[in-house]
C-alpha cells in the first residue's frame, strides 16, 4: 500500500484556537481522507508547539508554570479536532519526553557533522516572532515587525549555530530542479528572490529563556523553539532512531500545509537541516494565505477575529460540513488573502448547498419514492441521458478529475469537480423535466432511466465531496443504500470507474441535506 504523509504546523499553545488553525487543519483534513478513500496508508500530523519566551511569560503572568499551561491550552486544540472533524492520526507535542530525546539525538548529530557549531551573533531580532532578520531585511520592514509591528532590537548572542550559509548553492539548486517544491508559485517566487539575498547562519540555541529543551552537554543553552518545532516532523515518525520503526515509512511528506507567515523556515531552514543531516527532503511545501475578516486584518478590538465561539455558532447554524465547504472553496489557497464575511458565508451556503446540492438530492429521492414506490427503478436500453450530448460518462470524468486533483493538493478544483458532478444532475432535471413526463404513462420508461442516472449521478458526487463535507455526503450515500466502501470497490487500478454503484431495486429514503437559513450571520457576540 502507498503511503501518503501531511502535516499541519504546529501550533502555539499561547493562542487559542482560531479560523486560521481551523483552516490549515481542515486543508490538512481533506487530503488525508481522500487518500484513505483510495487506500492510502495516511498518516496526518499536527500538534503543539510549546516551549520559548511566550509560553513562559504568559505562564508567570498567570502564576502557573509553563508545563501547567502547555497543558490545559494544548488540550483545548486537541479537543477542537473533534469538533471540527479534523482525523489526523497523531498527535505531537514538543514536550513529549520522546519528541525531546530525538530533538538532543539531533541536534547532536548535526554538531558532530560540523553543521552546527558555537558562535557569537549580533542581528535585528523579532521578539515576538523569535526571528532574526538580516540587515537588508530589516531595513526593508523599516525595522518593524512585519506580524505585530513592534520595534525590532538590536541584539547578540554566544550560540550555537546552524551553517546555513552552506547550503546557499545546493538549495538554489534544489530549488531549480522541483519547481513543485513551494506552492503556490508566487511563493515560491518569493522565496527564491529571498534566497538569492545570501543566507545567514542561524541559531541552535538560546540564552534567554529555560523553557525548551537543553542542548546537550552545553548548561545554559537552551535549543532555539524553531528548531525545536520543524524536527516534530521528524520525531513524529521516530526519524532520529533511524528508518527501521513503524512509522519511518512515511517518510518523506508529501504535503507539509503553513501559512505563508511561516514559509522560510519551511521552505529554507528545514530543506537544509535535512541537507545536512542526508534525509530526503519533503515533497512539498505548500503556503496557503491568510483570513482576513469582513474586509480587514482580523483584530480582536475591532470585533471581527473569527474565534473559536464565533466558529462554532457557524457550526450551529449552517452545519460543520457547510463551514468546511466555505473554508475550502472561498479560502486563501492561493497567493492572495480570502475575506470571511457573513453575507459572502451565507450566499454560497444557499447557492452551493441548498439551491444545488440539497435540492437534487431531495428532488431525486422525492422523484423515485413519488413514480417508483421508492425502489430505484432499474435501467433499460433507452439511455434517455446519453442523448445531446449529457452523457452519463461526464459524471464519471467528474470523479476522476476530483480524485486527481486532491492528489495534486487543488482542492478547490476537488470541490468543484465535485460540485460540477452534481450540476449535471441539476441540468437533467431541469431540461427533461420528469415530473412532467411522469403525466405520461408512456414515458415511464424515460423517467426511470433519468432518475436512475442521476441516483448513480449523486451517489459520485458524494464521493467526490466526502473529503470536504463527510457527514452529509454520507448522509446521502445512506439515504441511495450505499457507503463509501461500495462506492471505492468500484475504483479500479487504473482510475476507472464502474458505472452503477447503487443496484436496481435498492430502497431510496427522501433525502434532505441542507435545510434553506434566514438572512447572514450568526448572532453578535457569540
Ligand atoms: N508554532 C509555529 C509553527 C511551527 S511549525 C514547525 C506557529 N504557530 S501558530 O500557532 O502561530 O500557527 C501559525 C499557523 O496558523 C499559520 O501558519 C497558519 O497555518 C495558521 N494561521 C494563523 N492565522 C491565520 C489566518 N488569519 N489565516 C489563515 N491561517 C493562519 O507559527
Not at 503511503?3 to 490549515?24: L, M, Q, S
Not at 537588508?136 to 518593524?144: C, G, I, Q, S
Not at 550559509?165 to 528572490?193: M, T, Y
Not at 476537488?414 to 404513462?441: C, H, S, T
Request: aromatic letters at 12%.
Amino acid at each position: 500500500m502507498s503511503t501518503a504523509y501531511i502535516t499541519t504546523p504546529i501550533y502555539y499553545v499561547n493562542d487559542k484556537p482560531h479560523i486560521g488553525h481551523a483552516y490549515t487543519t481542515t486543508l490538512c483534513d481533506v487530503w488525508a481522507r481522500a487518500m484513505r478513500w483510495e487506500r492510502k496508508d495516511v498518516f496526518f500530523l499536527t500538534g503543539t508547539d510549546e516551549h520559548g519566551v511566550k509560553v513562559e511569560k504568559s505562564a508567570a503572568a498567570r502564576g502557573i508554570s509553563p508545563q501547567q499551561l502547555a497543558d490545559e491550552n494544548s488540550a483545548e486544540f486537541r479537543r477542537v479536532l473533534g469538533q471540527f472533524g479534523l482525523t489526523n492520526d497523531y498527535f505531537i507535542r514538543t514536550t513529549d519526553a520522546d519528541h525531546k530525546r530525538q530533538v538532543q539525538t539531533i541536534v547532536k548529530r548535526l554538531l558532530d557533522k560540523g553543521y552546527v557549531y558555537l558562535g557569537k551573533f549580533e542581528g535585528w531580532y523579532d521578539e515576538g516572532q523569535e526571528e532574526y532578520h538580516t540587515e537588508t531585511k530589516a531595513k526593508e520592514l523599516d525595522y518593524k515587525s512585519p506580524i505585530s509591528g513592534k520595534p525590532l532590537v538590536r541584539a547578540s548572542e554566544e550560540n550555537y549555530y546552524f551553517k546555513l550559509s552552506a547550503f546557499q548553492k545546493q538549495l538554489e539548486d534544489f530549488f531549480a530542479k522541483n519547481p513543485n517544491f513551494v506552492r503556490p508559485e508566487g511563493r515560491r517566487n518569493e522565496v527564491i528572490g529571498r534566497l538569492r539575498g545570501g543566507l545567514q547562519d542561524v541559531p541552535v540555541t538560546r540564552t534567554n529563556f529555560s523553557w525548551g529543551i537543553p542542548m546537550p552537554d552545553a548548561p545554559g543553552h537552551v535549543i532555539y523553539v524553531w528548531i525545536d518545532a520543524l524536527l516534530n516532523y521528524a520525531t513524529a515518525l521516530g526519524r532520529a532512531d533511524g528508518t527501521a520503526g513503524p512509522r519511518a515509512k512515511y517518510w518523506p511528506a508529501d504535503y507539509h500545509v503553513i501559512g505563508k507567515e511561516i514559509l522560510w523556515f519551511h521552505a529554507v531552514i528545514w530543506p537544509a537541516m535535512l541537507m545536512a543531516l542526508e534525509w530526503e527532503l519533503p515533497k512539498c511545501v505548500y503556503a496557503h494565505s491568510f483570513w482576513i475578516s469582513e474586509g480587514q486584518k482580523m483584530s480582536k478590538s475591532l470585533g471581527n477575529f473569527i474565534d473559536l465561539p464565533t466558529i462554532e455558532a457557524y457550526h450551529a447554524k449552517y452545519s460543520l460540513d457547510a463551514w468546511r465547504w466555505y473554508m475550502v472553496t472561498q479560502g486563501p489557497l492561493e497567493a492572495t488573502d480570502a475575506d470571511f464575511s457573513a453575507k459572502h458565508f451565507h450566499e454560497i451556503y444557499t447557492a452551493d448547498l441548498v439551491n444545488t446540492f440539497a435540492n437534487c438530492a431531495s428532488r431525486t429521492s422525492a422523484m423515485i419514492g413519488k413514480y417508483f414506490d421508492g425502489k430505484l427503478p432499474a435501467p433499460t436500453d433507452e439511455w434517455v441521458t446519453e442523448a445531446d450530448g449529457r452523457q452519463y460518462r461526464q459524471v464519471l470524468d467528474g470523479l476522476i478529475d476530483a480524485i486527481e486533483a486532491y492528489e495534486a493538493f487543488k482542492l478547490r478544483e476537488a470541490a468543484l469537480a465535485g460540485l460540477g458532478i452534481v450540476r449535471w444532475v441539476d441540468l437533467v432535471i431541469n431540461e427533461y423535466q420528469p415530473f412532467k413526463m411522469a403525466k405520461d404513462p408512456e414515458q415511464m420508461e424515460a423517467v426511470g432511466n433519468i432518475l436512475h442516472d442521476c441516483a448513480q449521478a449523486l451517489c459520485w458526487a458524494a464521493t467526490a465531496l466526502h473529503p470536504i463535507m463527510p457527514t452529509k455526503c454520507e448522509e446521502l450515500l445512506r439515504c441511495f443504500g450505499v457507503t463509501l466502501q461500495d462506492t471505492r470497490e468500484f475504483l479500479t487500478e487504473e482510475l476507472g470507474i464502474e458505472p452503477d454503484v447503487i443496484p436496481a431495486g435498492t430502497k431510496i429514503e427522501k433525502c434532505a441535506l441542507f435545510m434553506r437559513m434566514e438572512g447572514p450571520g450568526v448572532p453578535a457576540g457569540a
